[in-house]
């Protein structure tokens, strides 16, 4: 284990572990929501923290890469956008 997997990771809340177990795969903002059954104000009020604790990330499609990046900032309006869980979300989660 190096010493960013040693990382103290906060206790999560059980919205949080919802969405870290949909997460193991990318998904789409109406994708996670269906998945995990939460109103989009809950949704989006999660991921906001999963995504500033650097345990999930928000990414958009970039055409010109003709991929998905992630990216630096939380966007405003989270329902264009893709998430997927971090190693450190997926350790959180699995810890």
Known sequence: ???????????????????????????SFEELKEETGLTDE?????LRVLIRDELAQVLAWQADKDDFIALDEIPSDLSHHHFLATKRGLFSYHS
Do not use: V
Request: glycine residues 4%; negative net charge; hydrophobic residues 45%.
């Open 1 to 27: 284990m190096t010493g960013q997997d040693k990382i103290k990771t906060r206790a999560l809340t059980k919205t949080e572990e919802t969405i870290l177990e949909a997460l193991h795969f990318m998904l």
């Open 42 to 46: 809950t949704l989006a009020d999660a």
